[in-house]
T-cell receptor, first 115, second 115 residues
């Protein structure tokens, strides 16, 4: 069975602060994929990043960065210098070949960035 | 190019009526997924189509739910004899295929309200 846990329900920050979102996952598969999606108030889920289980290199893409640690089954996501437009619900998700790559989502973290 | 489209965007129906929800995936995407987002259950998988293979219906909550995909493209999710607990946002997603876990791109969703 697979499971994704996002312990933070809501985070509120002031513009330009950094925001880090926590994600912990469970899976028995050795090959799996992790994702972050953003759901702004408009409602559409927007793909942000994907990471494969066999590549633990952490990267930065613009204001987004992620920290993938297999040892602790964590896949944390950071928004640097947050902006009001970053206000949204952020979902961490897991998929595996054994499950036809269906996405298992965490409960989501609501991020509010105040001007 | 065009993204995933869904129609209608909103649907209000009376309990006991049947509804049909439509999804147009991104051209060239062979994998199509339906998910449901509700306050109590979060984001949950419903059904998965890959090419011409038999669909994976393991996530459908009851036999009142069915889906089909014609010509490997457009998909229709049908809910018969709707119940109030069916009220949710129904999301469709497509991806390039199942050889690996390509990211899934989501449509704007259909908000279903059963009165």
């Amino acid at each position: 069975a697979q499971k994704v846990t996002q312990a933070q329900t809501e985070i509120s920050v002031v513009e330009k602060e950094d925001v880090t979102l926590d994600c912990v996952y469970e899976t028995r598969d050795t090959t799996y994929y992790l994702f972050w999606y953003k759901q702004p108030p408009s409602g559409e889920l927007v793909f942000l990043i994907r990471r494969n289980s066999f590549d633990e290199q952490n990267e930065i893409s613009g204001r987004y960065s992620w920290n993938f640690q297999k040892s602790t089954s964590s896949f944390n996501f950071t928004i640097t210098a947050s902006q009001v437009v970053d206000s949204a619900v952020y979902f961490c998700a897991l998929s595996m070949r054994s499950n036809d790559y269906k996405l298992s989502f965490g409960a989501g973290t609501t991020v509010t960035v105040r001007a | 190019g065009a993204g995933v489209s869904q129609s209608p965007s909103n649907k209000v129906t009376e309990k006991g009526k049947d509804v049909e929800l439509r999804c147009d995936p991104i051209s060239g995407h062979t994998a199509l997924y339906w998910y449901r987002q509700s306050l109590g259950q979060g984001l949950e998988f419903l059904i998965y189509f890959q090419g011409n293979s038999a669909p994976d219906k393991s996530g459908l909550p009851s036999d009142r739910f069915s889906a089909e995909r014609t010509g490997g493209s457009v998909s229709t999710l049908t809910i018969q004899r709707t119940q109030q607990e069916d009220s949710a946002v129904y999301l469709c997603a497509s991806s390039l295929g199942s050889a690996t876990s390509y990211e899934q791109y989501f449509g704007p969703g259909t908000r279903l309200t059963v009165t």
